[in-house]
């Protein structure tokens, strides 16, 4: 992954960084690295990027360094497809724009008494930021004019075509002169978007950044989520992703209980380890994360410490640690052996400081989003379960049993199919076998009723 750059290495106002210090924006994000040196120089960019990923900075940063402050007239507009969009747009331009005094942003979007937003245009502003509709009907009553537009943004173009404001757009941005510099933004690139940047882009700087992960990666995901609201949203995010494997973390003995509780009520093939766990228990749960007879641990850092998991392709913190550090060597337990992986964090509130310790350690420049909790989408979505189940028999290398005794044993007349077995791990006092969900009682009918090697054990399954 490339260095990461600080906003001081651009060449701008001093103020402006310190402003994006205040801001506790202490590292560009990777859109900004890449936009906004040529955003400042003026060139028209077709950018790919997904949300979340600083894009307002990336062209605010363009737009507010190469503004006339002392012209009263509207020189940057912006588009964006919903009033939402727009006004996330106008806070976030707000606040970089503290550094100056006197700029006049405007947000002009549908919904709202036009007589108000023409009012507001007669007293004049740098800045507009609004949706196609809204901004066509002010040009065409003379209310706003693009004559003096030097620069233009199209934010989300992807989702303004798919919302059918083509036409908006094409007329708005026929209104705009010549040399005006046109920044064009969008997660996804279909015909219709390149279409349009053919048209009215002029030698544009291309980038795109931030889309996929490479293997080895491990993408970092920070969730504000309310106390009370933590365990919907675990359940949620757990049904959204449906992980093979992975694992919780909780602060707590008592928290790792209460979410392992409540994951089992939900049908979550889920085990807890806290605290005291002896050394059986650990190797079990070893055995049935590699057998895939489980799928959620939950766990607290010392619990987990003995345990040799890795390449998990899920790390969750339910709590976010108290040191960063904790942190990092919690992200160790996925994105192993080149692959990638995904941590997600909630935090809390009055936790949203931990953020900040973590950047500086990390040299990242994480944000926390909002988590919604998704229910009606993953209502028919089964929640995670896992396709084996384990069951064990007091007999191991020392009763000189063998894997290809247990798997003879279950396999013979009447028996299972040899597909219906998984991994056999036969330790010096217990072995342990992985058994198709669906032919689990089955087995261990067999297991009672069959001697291996002459002998008759006792026999456990796994819940
Ligand atoms: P996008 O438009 O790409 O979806 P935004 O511009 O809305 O993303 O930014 C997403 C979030 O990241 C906002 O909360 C914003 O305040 C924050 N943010 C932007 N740039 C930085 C940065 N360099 N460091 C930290 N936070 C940032
Ligand atoms: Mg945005």
């Known amino acids: 992954m490339s260095e990461k750059m600080k906003f001081s290495q651009l060449s701008i106002p001093p103020e402006m960084v310190s402003n994006f210090d205040t801001l506790k924006y202490h590292f560009m994000t990777p ?110 009553n003379g209310s706003l004019s693009l004559r003096e537009l030097t620069m233009f943004v199209l934010d989300e173009a992807d989702r303004m075509l798919d919302a059918g404001f083509i036409d908006s757009i094409t007329s708005i941005l026929v209104q705009a002169p010549e040399n005006c510099q046109k920044m064009m933004f969008s997660a996804t690139f279909p015909d219709s978007v390149k279409d349009l940047a053919h048209t009215y882009l002029k030698k544009a700087k291309e980038v795109s950044v931030d889309l996929l992960h490479n293997e080895g990666e491990i993408v970092h995901k920070f969730y504000s989520v309310k106390k009370e609201k933590k365990l919907a949203a675990l359940s949620s ?11 919780v973390f909780c ?124 229910d009606g989408d993953n209502e028919d979505k089964k929640p995670v379960t896992a396709s084996m ?3 064990s028999i007091n007999g191991g290398r020392k009763s000189k049993v063998s894997p290809g005794h247990i798997l003879g044993a279950l396999t013979g007349e009447n028996g299972l199919q040899a597909t219906d077995v998984g991994k056999i791990d036969c330790l010096d006092l217990y072995s342990y076998i992985a058994i198709r969900k669906e032919v689990a009682i089955r087995a261990e009918k067999i297991l009672r009723n069959n001697p291996i090697k002459g002998k008759r054990f006792t026999v456990r399954v796994h819940v």
């Open 31 to 140: 859109v900004q690295q890449e936009v906004i040196p040529h955003a400042l120089e003026g060139r028209d960019l077709l950018v790919q990027a997904k949300t979340g990923s600083g894009k307002t900075a990336a062209f605010g940063t363009g737009i507010l360094c190469n503004l006339d402050e002392k012209l009263w007239r509207v020189q940057a507009l912006i588009l964006c497809p919903t009033r939402e969009l727009a006004d996330q747009v106008t806070k976030e331009m707000r606040k970089i724009a503290r550094y100056k005094d006197n700029i006049k942003i405007l947000s002009l979007c549908g919904g709202l008494p036009i007589y108000l937003q023409e009012l507001s245009l007669s007293h004049q502003a740098h800045i507009v930021v609004g949706t196609p509709g809204r901004v066509e009907k002010l040009l065409r």
């Open 237 to 247: 995010l757990l049904k959204s992703l449906n992980p093979e494997r992975a694992i």
């Open 251 to 374: 602060n707590t003995k008592v928290q790792c209980d209460a979410v392992a509780d409540f994951l089992s009520e939900n049908s979550f093939s889920v085990f807890a380890i806290h605290g005291d766990v002896e050394q059986r228990e650990r190797t079990e749960v070893m055995i049935r994360l590699a057998n895939h007879s489980m799928s959620i641990l939950v766990a607290t850092d010392v619990a987990a410490r003995g345990i040799d998991i890795k390449d998990l392709e899920v790390v969750i913190n339910f709590d976010m640690p108290f040191e960063s550090e904790v942190y990092v060597h919690r992200s160790g337990r996925t994105a192993r052996a080149g692959k990638s992986g995904a941590v997600y964090s909630f935090l809390t509130q009055n936790e949203s400081f931990r953020i900040e310790k973590l950047n500086t350690l990390m040299s990242e420049s994480f944000v926390t989003e909002d988590f919604e909790i998704s």
């Open 389 to 391: 189940v384990t069951i």
